[in-house]
């Protein structure tokens, strides 16, 4: 999710387009932009990546704001009805809304909003947030957003856009991500600091847990909702989040890094040379090297042209195999004792396929070192909701774990090295994935 | 707008295809089909021609009902939200909705329901239905259909889809056609009798103006909205409807031979070849040169694949000029007297072309003839709301038009000879067009 | 095909995308243009119908001349690699060439020219013309050209355009039809007359049969191949040609009314009402009413939306289908004697259909009158070479194929009285489909 | 490019698509593969990324042979007829033809065989064999490539394959990379050995310098063309090639690796940090901070969804700009003496960016390091004939470089160093780039 508010009409569409183009991992599904000039609003969205959403078609107008959004979905509801913004029109007008995360209560608001009357056209949460604010007519916007705010539960970052106001927002538990940023003569909020870079914007703060910035011709100003305790998804850490993102003022690269490296000192094993998969547990490799004082190298290279494609169902076959996406380095592996880092182990479909790939170049010893603790449990926050019998060290032991690998050995990040690999400062994460232990 | 109803599950989704290929002249901004097995609906819908959006590319599956629209709107409104069916969740669960035609108080509704909270994602009168069905949850679906529709003024045809109910209605006027049909093993619903020609249907009746048609697991039955005076659009005889329709019991094809028969009494002239500008004015020509003793001919060839094209923006230019689209016989044209019939005059833009068209083609005398009175009025009615000031009748007289043109005479059809033409057993139409009085 | 020669520099691009939208019936797999400025040649070609080639997202220089061409040809020859012009390099640099009809000396001509190492990339005529030009050069481009045309038999039309002179030729049987207008500044050649009416330009005259018409800086000169006796393809007249063309001096629609009128009179019948096959054989009833003193009128209304599509594999079931084509006009059909003129018999599957239609729609009797001969024998210039078995009338006599079609009675036009209705100055044609006689 | 040769019929088109998608940083302008199944040769063929060529609306059928081509070419020869492997009719029949490189006396041999009537459709190297070969017609195909090869001059891997042989062949000067590979079954060969992992082939051995290898139902075998001098392109190691490839026995990562360190020991300097470029320089920096003793880690990160895009004219600007692409990691960089490694210096227009993108995230200090030594010569081998003004090494010192790109310290490997990194086996190479010689 993105919005940038801006003095001057400029081409607030353009910029949104680099956010989106830096945000792409956080959705894949569908693209869109909405832009107003402070008086009327346009959009385009489709299915599809940003590129292809955006392929010089369809131009938008100049503006004074702009949101924007990735969608990240089931592939039951890639439905182009689903792309954001929404942009609807009630009582106040006409209204932009985009929303990232998942609204817990999502089913309850929508059956009681249902039972008065209202119309969904789309399934997902920002068509929950434009009934619950339209049910509002009396209020001011920002009142009815924060009325609204108070109703949803879960984990979400959004943005609402009237012709002259802007509205975002952060789940009062934190656990989405959401940054505050300067331009030139404006403001940018974004679900990662990533964006700043490409656009060159200035990290100001994180949007606090719970917080609704209003941008208005009046200038900017902030509500609070009621305190709750912080629980950022610790996850943003290990996976989700790109290496230059910094979240909570916490770097990710530096949390992966000395997850790595945490993990060398209580988990250390003999070996020549340590790799990571690519991309997400490069910087863990890195730090477990850094610490076990081991040389640090790659074993798997990644083709480049992978990840990107707009898969077409005929073509889900083809990518299925891990050999098109990797292969190993024979040269660097061969009689090698390698310690192979990953991120996280979820299914565990492809570690198994990489230690293999890894003993067929000629690997000796292949040590499979995981700079996370053993995903367990469903998250109900997040968008793809697993089935607990899908999380393989939900049903295996470690021992299990590690003959179904067929890894010399197998070791997680115990979960305190973890917390404090991200954070020396005592933030409180959510680490239910691990724990089962989910903010209510 | 098209539905069918079967007792046994078939490939509904390609007899509404068939079905909705003959109703294309209708609509052409957009197209889409809904199915329902009794369960689930599934749809899909886009901008574009019926053959393209339908382009093999996502098979529906069977179902047991369907509904189909094509999408006839104004540039502006060419988003791919306003397609349609609308498939909405609401408190009854999924419902698939199409509309065709005008609510003229759609601002009305929509503002009283927007006061309500209501939130709209489109900008066609479907929604407004979905909405005012939406606010009685209580009701049946039926009684709730009634309800909405009591609240409706203005000239539409409608289709309501459950997942296990079929509800079509046409509005209370009678003012747009809408006819039904029987199929082996089920019933079909639909703007024009055409279609039953493609689908090999049979006409049954039309809809009475005011009824609502339901179908369910218990049979076919009908409600009826309280009576009004019946205005069929007279309209749908001079231009809108297919020559292979049958509206209300009269022909269209009938009618239009009849118009030209008529004019050739009311409005003489001596002339070596009746012509007309094709394919609408075809039937008025050779009722005139029936009536006239006057031999019929082609004076002017179409281009067969003109006004098919889904006109992208850049394209706009190409097709404005009349030559494209039509050419000269000239070896016919060459020293003859023609009577040139068209079956209207609105902006009066194409027929001034035509005219110096023959006339270079070599034509002695050109004496255009109107089938149809002089358009004067603009319809609060129909989709696309004309300024008056671009309707050429209503700002010039008879022989500002006649010189315009450079017509050697000019005449229109009085309004007395088209009600007769159209009609002989006194049925009462809308003809505000013509004469400014619209039914309230 | 068609080419135009300018004085100055204009877009002649979009002047040859109108001609080529007027030719569009010749030929529906795929379109090109290829411009020259003078020095250099710039071109865009692919498969698919004009407009969808031409969309606006390849523009074309403007130039001093341009050639365009529509390709016709078998689904299996449908590549885009056939698409033209081509455009080549060889000694003489820069060459675009387009060729329309076919060249029965193809198979020797490649065989020859590969025995002395030529290569092809194309299955087309064009490719060969080009091999033909290429191999002399030593001779200038007229004569090259010349040289070519001395080899090859058979029916064609081309153009070959070096950056600063263009080249046409009609094959000299004179069996493709060829016509030279005059422009503003400039010339056109085009394989239809209708073209010019499309573009604002004025008839001149047929290319003569094997005529080379050169245009160069220089001005516009001639060459002549060996004279060869004149054999017309009659099938255009009959039903290939646009009805507002006019083909050595003849008029295509005089020549199909003058057969129906001339039908009428050798194989006469009593009826009601007069119909033709839409399109190709309304003019033919049109004569045929006024021959017979009966009253013409429709009886089939034909979906304006049909036979534009660029016809996807998957859909080619749906459009088999002759009820989405065309539909009875109930209301006229009933209980009537129908007299329905077609233009031809060549495999016979639509007539029975529509014969069918008529009685269903309640015809009293169906007479079928065709307004050509028994089609009997393959064409060896033509593109598509049926095989004999499936002409119908190669192995049916009248009074089965009658039985087969369900008529009342059928006839056909004798050839003599097509030739005379064709052409009363004594022009000779090539009728080989009727009579088995092809020129050598 | 790629070829298989299989003893039975298999979905070789699919095998040949895994192919390709591991070369496709070989070329990204359009794609294609033929197939043969012993009698008849299908293919398919576009422009644009492998994945959209191939996007399951043209399945090939299964064969015994294919061959596939990614196309890299300058922009204004990305043209579809320019799309390989080509496929030509000539005397020997169907013949299709995919050539990668650069054949420096294409020109000459253009010339030459126009001179003989030759007609050229495309500006393609394939196009120039393709005629070579034609024209020898009584020759055996293998000895008409043979004597092709014998009169082609320059860098080039190639494929000829009729409907039941294969032959692919070597530059005589070993320029171009190319492997072969055995298959269960049959055998593979590919540009670079990266292929083989995601085929599931084993590398066998490198095609020897100007080795002509055939493959025919009676087996492999091999004709040798004139020894020359070896001179394999060193800019494979450099750049072009994939980390994970193996060229004439010696590792790409290896070598880039070694290169790096040995930069460490002669161009030394003080830091707190080596980074590497992504993804071409990082191996390079891996090397260099093992020999430095400095801790290696990353200091930008790269937006994994550039790259991918096939680019529509208007999206080019968006492009451009190095912070869409890359972004500094600030928390890591901060306050840290930076050795920024990379590959080499072209245009040099990307590392100033890089050096400013580092100074404002904070680095102390940023030392330029390049793993090659300087470009100064254009290269007559490579598609891209740069300007050799456009090479920044070549007008420009080492300290005017230093300044233009505000680096704090830069150095180069110097050629001998960069030439022990890569082999230590004494393999002699082409390294004109650097030093001006280039074999004949």
Redo the contacts between chains.
């Keep these: 999710m993105f919005a940038v508010w801006k003095d001057n009409i400029e081409d607030v569409a ?1 910029l949104t ?2 956010a989106l ?2 945000l ?2 956080r959705g894949q599904q569908a693209a869109g932009i909405a832009v107003s000039d402070g008086t009327n609003i346009e959009y385009h969205k489709r299915l599809g ?3 292809r959403v955006f ?2 078609s369809r131009p938008l107008p100049g503006g004074r704001m702009a949101i924007g959004h990735v969608l990240y979905t089931s592939t039951e509801r890639t439905r ?2 689903n792309a954001q913004p ?6 106040r007008g006409k209204i932009a809304i985009a929303a990232s995360g998942r609204i817990t209560n999502a089913d309850a608001l ?1 059956e009681s909003l ?10 997902v949460d920002a ?1 929950i947030i ?2 619950l604010i ?4 009396s209020l001011s916007l920002e009142q009815a957003v924060y009325q609204a705010a108070t109703q949803m539960q879960g984990s979400y970052a959004a943005a609402v856009m009237s012709s002259d106001t802007l509205i975002v927002m952060r789940d009062s538990l934190g656990n989405q991500p959401l940054v505050l940023g300067k331009l030139p003569g404006g403001y940018a909020v974004a679900s990662e600091s ?1 964006v700043f ?4 914007a200035e990290l100001i703060r994180d949007v606090a847990p719970g917080e609704i910035l209003v941008f208005s011709p009046d200038g900017m100003h902030s509500l609070q909702l009621p305190k709750r305790p912080s629980a950022l998804c610790i996850f943003e850490f290990v996976y989700f989040a ?3 993102s ?1 979240i909570d003022s916490l ?1 990710v ?2 949390a992966r ?1 000395e997850a790595g490296r945490r993990l060398s000192q209580v988990m250390p094993v003999e070996a020549d040379l340590i790799c990571g998969v690519p ?1 997400s547990a ?2 863990a490799a ?1 730090g477990y090297a ?1 610490g076990a004082g081991i ?4 074993c798997l ?1 990644k ?7 707009f898969i ?4 889900s076959r ?1 990518v299925k ?1 891990v ?2 996406k990797l ?6 592996v061969k009689d090698k004792r390698i310690v192979l880092v990953d991120d996280s182990i979820v299914r565990g479909t492809t570690s198994a396929k990489l230690v293999d790939m890894l003993r067929n170049a000629g690997a000796r010893e292949v040590h499979l070192r995981i700079s996370s603790p053993e995903v367990r449990f469903c998250c109900p926050l997040g968008v793809d909701t697993h089935n607990p019998a899908q999380l393989l060290a939900s049903t295996h032991t470690l021992e299990q774990m590690c003959m179904l690998f067929n890894a010399d050995t197998l070791a997680f990040l115990p979960p305190d090295a973890l917390y404090e690999a991200v954070n020396d400062a005592g933030l409180d994460f959510c680490s239910g994935c691990f724990s089962g232990n989910y903010p209510d």
Tied chains: 1, 2, 3, 4.
């Design positions: 353009e387009y680099y183009f830096a792409q991992h990546l940003i590129d392929d010089g182009s009805v929404l942009v609807i029109h009630c009582k929508r249902a039972q008065n009357g209202a119309v969904f056209s789309t399934s068509e434009a009934n339209a049910r509002e007519p990533c870079e490409s656009i060159g790109r290496v230059d910094v770097s690269y530096r890094w991309d490069l910087a890195m850094e040389p640090y190298g790659d290279a083709n480049r042209y992978i990840g990107r494609t077409q169902p005929e073509q083809r195999d050999r098109i292969s190993p380095l024979r040269s660097i």
